[in-house]
T-cell receptor
Framework: AQSVSQHNHHVILSEAASLELGCNYS??????LFWYVQYPGQHLQLLLK??????LVKGIKGFEAEFIKSKFSFNLRKPSVQWSDTAEYFC????????????FGTGTRLKVLA | NAGVTQTPKFRVLKTGQSMTLLCAQD?????MYWYRQDPGMGLRLIHY???????AKGEVPDGYNVSRLKKQNFLLGLESAAPSQTSVYFC????????????FGQGTRLTVV
């Protein structure tokens, strides 16, 4: 079955620390890849997306992600986190064929200490 | 531009009661989705629709029904609510199936007692 794995369930960092959140997916064909963020009490918002082309994708708020096809990975990075980055982060995959749906990982809850 | 709007935002139901969650989008999107979000489990797809008049089952469809009578609306029904359906429900829509993101509503927090 198609799946998305996020290995870090809870991450605690101090402000200015660097962030990397892992995401791996199991689908072998062409995929669209996404990172969404959910601030406390809010809905999911798109951070960045990858459809094709340059595997290094830049998103909003200084986030970036790198698609490594050979590793089926799409890891999220930020060089220096801020207290306002405290949120839950979801990786999502949309396979190019088969059923029409976005498949989400279980999420990573990030807490940034001021 | 409202985007994706969910009604209601909060609801408490007694076991066995029924209710309908409404999702409305004003972006002329073809595809719509209902997810439930539970702690430690991420978002799981309940049902989805690839166009007006069509619906399909997702990962966790049991206990839910849906209808897409109008392109802009996607209704999620609980015929006989159970405590296991206590969750936060998110509706989403997308313009097409590939090379586009999904847009999410604000969510409905449902508690079944």
């Amino acid at each position: 079955a198609q799946s998305v794995s996020q290995h870090n369930h809870h991450v605690i960092l101090s402000e200015a620390a660097s962030l990397e959140l892992g995401c791996n997916y199991s689908y072998g064909g062409t995929v669209n890849l996404f990172w969404y963020v959910q601030y406390p009490g809010q809905h999911l918002q798109l951070l960045l997306k990858y459809f094709s082309g340059d595997p290094l994708v830049k998103g909003i708020k200084g986030f970036e992600a790198e698609f490594i096809k050979s590793k089926f990975s799409f890891n999220l990075r930020k060089p220096s986190v801020q207290w306002s980055d405290t949120a839950e982060y979801f990786c999502a995959v949309n396979p190019a064929s088969g059923t029409y749906k976005y498949i989400f990982g279980t999420g990573t809850r990030l807490k940034v200490l001021a | 531009n409202a985007g994706v709007t969910q009604t209601p935002k909060f609801r408490v139901l007694k076991t066995g009661q029924s209710m309908t969650l409404l999702c409305a989008q004003d972006m002329n999107h073809e595809y719509m989705y209902w997810y439930r979000q539970d702690p430690g489990m991420g978002l799981r797809l309940i049902h989805y629709s690839v166009g007006e008049g069509t619906t399909a089952k997702g990962e966790v469809p049991d206990g839910y029904n849906v209808s897409r009578l109008k392109k802009q609306n996607f209704l999620l029904g609980l015929e006989s609510a159970a405590p296991s359906q206590t969750s936060v429900y998110f509706c989403a829509s997308s313009y097409r199936i590939m090379n586009t993101e999904a847009f999410f509503g604000q969510g409905t927090r449902l508690t079944v007692v």
